[in-house]
Nanobody, 123 residues
């Protein structure tokens, strides 16, 4: 059973930074392409970033490009999301997900999901 556990969320002022982590267990981590998604209250889930199995290739949503950085450490079974220059509109629950495909932005292509971590950015 593949399990994903996010951590690192919290309350931060606009312009601040947070780093989210997602620890994966129960399977071979390096087999999966990994992604981060978010869902704000009253809104649909949206793609944030994705990274290939090796960590060489990434894709980002236009709304976070240049501010967020996705990375992974296959030795630690962990994927990260470094979030800088945070804005109030980044407030959401952030989810990590694992896919047998790589660099996909469609959440329906992901096989496993974490429980989410809350990020709140105050103005």
């Amino acid at each position: 059973q593949v399990q994903l556990v996010e951590s690192g969320g919290g309350l931060v002022q606009a312009g601040g930074s947070l780093r989210l982590s997602c620890l994966v267990s129960g399977s071979t981590f390096s087999y999966y392409g990994m992604g981060w998604f978010r869902q704000a209250p009253g809104k649909e889930r949206e793609f944030v970033a994705t990274i290939s199995r090796s960590g060489v290739s990434m894709k980002y949503a236009d709304s976070v490009k240049g501010r967020f950085t996705i990375s992974r450490d296959n030795a630690k079974n962990t994927v990260y999301l470094q979030m800088d220059s945070l804005k109030p509109e980044d407030t959401a629950i952030y989810y990590c997900a694992a896919s047998s495909m790589i660099l996909v932005m469609d959440g329906d292509r992901y096989d496993y999901w974490g429980q989410g971590t809350q990020v709140t950015v105050s103005s």
